[in-house]
T-cell receptor, first 110, second 112 residues
Framework: RKEVEQDPGPFNVPEGATVAFNCTYSNSASQSFFWYRQDCRKEPKLLMS???SGNEDGRFTAQLNRASQYISLLIRDSKLSDSATYLC???????????FGTGTRLTVIP | EAQVTQNPRYLITVTGKKLTVTCSQNMNHEYMSWYRQDPGLGLRQIYYSMNVEVTDKGDVPEGYKVSRKEKRNFPLILESPSPNQTSLYFC???????????FGSGTRLTVV
């Protein structure tokens, strides 16, 4: 069983749409949660950390449900520049390993 | 500019020929890691280091070595590369794991 599971997509949405990605993790001891963005053939870049209370950064909203071991990312008013692969990432308490999902690919269409 | 620098960006080599991929960070980060990324498998940790002279195995350490003689540098060594080590490699650093990692631009390695 994978540590972190994501729907690989692809998600093809029109500009201006709202899109949501979901992710589940297997280890209940996981402590830190992130969403990374990766453009084709580029390095992953931290998009946002995910906090238990939920957090928002402009058009992006992240939610964490510890009871269900579930993380989500909501993108509002999608832009062409949002086209990328979004990686769900989990860090276990006291561990130095990030566990990555395989990513969800998003394409925003004009 | 705060960054993680990897070299080379692209490398084609033959089976068994030792190679080193360098990684350097200028953020005074304690934590450094190496990952490989393969289609359908996502990023998997090879080795990590919590500080100078402190290294440990990640999920897929076989066939790799690392060293951390200085805080800023964390080279990845393939003593005898094999074709199954063909992959995209990323070095990453972090102040602390809970703060997220900054990644280098990647090294695309092909072993023939």
């Amino acid at each position: 069983r994978k540590e972190v599971e994501q729907d690989p997509g692809p998600f093809n949405v029109p500009e201006g749409a709202t899109v949501a990605f979901n992710c589940t993790y297997s280890n209940s001891a996981s402590q830190s949660f992130f969403w990374y963005r990766q453009d084709c053939r580029k390095e992953p870049k931290l998009l946002m950390s995910v906090y238990s209370s939920g957090n928002e950064d402009g058009r992006f909203t992240a939610q964490l449900n510890r009871a269900s071991q579930y993380i989500s990312l909501l993108i509002r008013d999608s832009k062409l520049s949002d086209s990328a692969t979004y990686l769900c990432v989990v860090n276990e308490a006291g561990a130095n390993n990030l566990f990555f999902g395989t990513g969800t690919r998003l394409t925003v269409i004009p | 500019e705060a960054q993680v620098t990897q070299n080379p960006r692209y490398l084609i080599t033959v089976t068994g020929k030792k190679l080193t991929v360098t990684c350097s960070q200028n953020m005074n980060h304690e934590y450094m890691s190496w990952y490989r990324q393969d289609p359908g498998l996502g990023l998997r940790q090879i080795y990590y280091s919590m500080n100078v002279e402190v290294t440990d195995k990640g999920d897929v350490p076989e066939g790799y070595k690392v060293s951390r003689k200085e805080k800023r540098n964390f080279p990845l060594i393939l003593e005898s590369p094999s074709p199954n080590q063909t992959s995209l490699y990323f070095c990453a650093s972090s102040l602390m794991g809970a703060y997220g990692y900054t990644f280098g631009s990647g090294t695309r390695l092909t072993v023939v």
